[in-house]
């Protein structure tokens, strides 16, 4: 199987570990990722904020390019999944006049919901190695990937399952909670810190409230706000982990405490724990 | 009775924010072009309130989701665009998808966004207003955006660094920045995208600019 992959900004910075998790992931699910030729920004919060044009232009230019390529795409990232779906329904309408030869036609997949198909779900359970048995952890999923549902195509908005039935096929024990769709404050902390960490520290609140230990997310955005703010050190550590993290933990013989080296609250303590590392 | 009348309309005998809005036909005028431009079901809304209690953020916002509704049905247009609430926003969508009355109530609040923005109202929450602009300027620069490259461009926009001091985040910022920086999550080299020229054009004439 082949898909165009549009890895985004963060992936190449914050998010470098990843990208690196995703790589090794779908070569040993034998899916071919080619990278969108030359792919450019989605514009993110900030070109919607200012300038609606601009919100539909960015991602268009990155829809046609893999157009040409004829493949579907896959996004990781959860605000990029929902500004090329956006920008996609506007092109659509037509009511834009967009620079680049584009028709909207492919389809745009987010990660989750592409390997949580049961197909892609059996496929992951056959390569697990070892499954995570005794990992308690809720999943994380924010704002941009399942809302609005008539832009993200998702019916189960208020109570999403995609990283629920993976974390699950992974071998790990998912405490079901009610936060899976707060919003974590995305880039507000950059301007307005104290209404940015209000919003994290709940989080991480309700997620040891539930139980959790760990806590899967499948955006960059989401995991750095939630790891950041334990950069100091806390008691009870709560490591954030990318959902193909787990993935690629289960599917390697070999596992390396290096793959979690950008994290600030350690996995490794957790995971030697349950004999995972 | 005059005396009367004339009390009535003497705003020193009302409390602050209880002044009378003269609003003629503006009120029509305002609602009809948001309702046009967002396609937001804005006469719909019935004050429920259920936007802003899904809000995560409405602690911190001086016009209520439910009341922002309520303003650009009345036309109060400039006391929507001095908000905070226009800025402190997350577009997180949570009132969108519980309104009952499908009232897009985040997207007319981004559509203000988009308004204030090119209007000479300065913005309530500056440092937020600036980010977002940054943002954009490094995009059209080098096509993607570099965390690294992106902060160092907002701290040297005027006035970010002696606010932050004021504030008192700096030092925690700087350290944070630091942080980033020994984990290898901020990356001072960055790759570009080879259509930053194209990408550029477009970001001009967005700004209503002919190239």
């Given at each position: ?40 920004c989605c514009g993110a919060t900030a070109a919607h904020s200012l300038s609606e044009a601009m ?223 | ?32 072009r948001i309702q046009g431009e967002t396609n937001g079901n804005v006469s719909a809304c019935y ?165």
């Amino acid at each position: 199987m082949k898909l165009s992959f549009y890895p985004g900004c963060s992936l190449e910075g914050m998010a470098a570990d990843y990208a690196r998790s995703i790589d090794a992931v779908f070569k040993a699910l034998d899916i071919d990722l080619v990278e969108i030729d030359d792919w450019s920004c989605c514009g993110a919060t900030a070109a919607h904020s200012l300038s609606e044009a601009m919100s539909v232009i960015l991602p268009a230019r990155n829809l046609s390019a893999a157009e040409q390529m004829g493949l579907d795409i896959v996004a990781p990232c959860a605000n990029c999944f929902n500004r090329l779906r956006f920008s996609q329904q506007m092109i659509q309408k037509k009511v834009l006049d967009i620079p680049w030869p584009v028709t909207g036609d492919l389809k745009i997949h987010d990660m989750t919901r592409f390997l949580a198909q049961p197909a892609m779900i059996k496929q992951i359970k056959k390569r697990v190695l070892k499954p995570l048995n005794g990992l308690k952890l809720v999943c994380y999923y924010g704002c941009q990937m399942v809302r609005p549902p008539r832009i993200t195509g998702y019916t189960d908005y208020e109570n999403p399952q995609t990283l629920d039935r993976i974390a699950d096929a992974v071998g790990a024990r998912v405490i079901d909670w009610s936060y899976k769709a707060t919003c974590c404050g995305a880039s507000i902390g950059i301007g307005r810190r104290e209404i940015g960490n209000s919003l994290t520290k709940r989080l991480l609140d309700k997620a040891r409230q539930a139980g959790a230990e760990a806590v899967v997310v499948s955006c960059p955005l989401c995991q750095s706000n939630l790891d950041m703010i334990q950069k100091d050190g806390l008691e009870q550590p709560v490591p954030v982990f990318y959902f193909t993290e787990l993935i690629r933990l289960c599917f390697s013989e070999r596992r390396d405490p290096k793959w979690f080296k950008m994290h600030f609250a350690d996995p490794v303590p957790l995971l030697s724990k349950i004999n995972a590392i | 009775m005059n005396t009367t009348v004339m009390d009535h309309n003497m705003s020193s005998e009302r409390r602050p924010g209880e002044e009378r809005k003269f609003i003629g036909d503006r009120g029509d005028y305002f609602l009809n072009r948001i309702q046009g431009e967002t396609n937001g079901n804005v006469s719909a809304c019935y004050q429920c309130e259920r936007c802003t209690n899904a809000c995560p953020v409405s602690h911190f916002m001086d016009i209520k989701p439910h009341q922002v509704i309520r303003y650009v049905q009345l036309g109060w247009r400039e006391d929507l665009l001095r908000s905070s609430t226009i800025w402190v926003c997350l577009s997180c969508e949570m009132c969108t998808t519980y309104c009952p009355n499908e009232v897009r109530v985040a997207e007319i609040i981004n559509h203000l966004r988009n308004i204030a923005a090119h209007s000479s109202i300065a913005p309530k929450e500056k440092q937020l207003a600036v980010f977002h602009r940054t943002f954009l300027e490094v995009l059209s620069k080098s096509g993607r955006v570099n965390e690294f490259r992106l902060m160092k461009a907002f701290y040297s926009k005027p006035h970010i660094l002696s606010e932050k001091i004021k504030s008192g985040n700096l030092k925690e910022e700087l350290l944070l920045g630091l942080a980033l920086l020994k984990k290898g999550r901020l990356k001072p080299f960055s790759t570009r995208s080879k259509l930053t020229k194209d990408i550029r054009k477009a970001y001009i004439q967005s700004r209503g600019e002919i190239v």
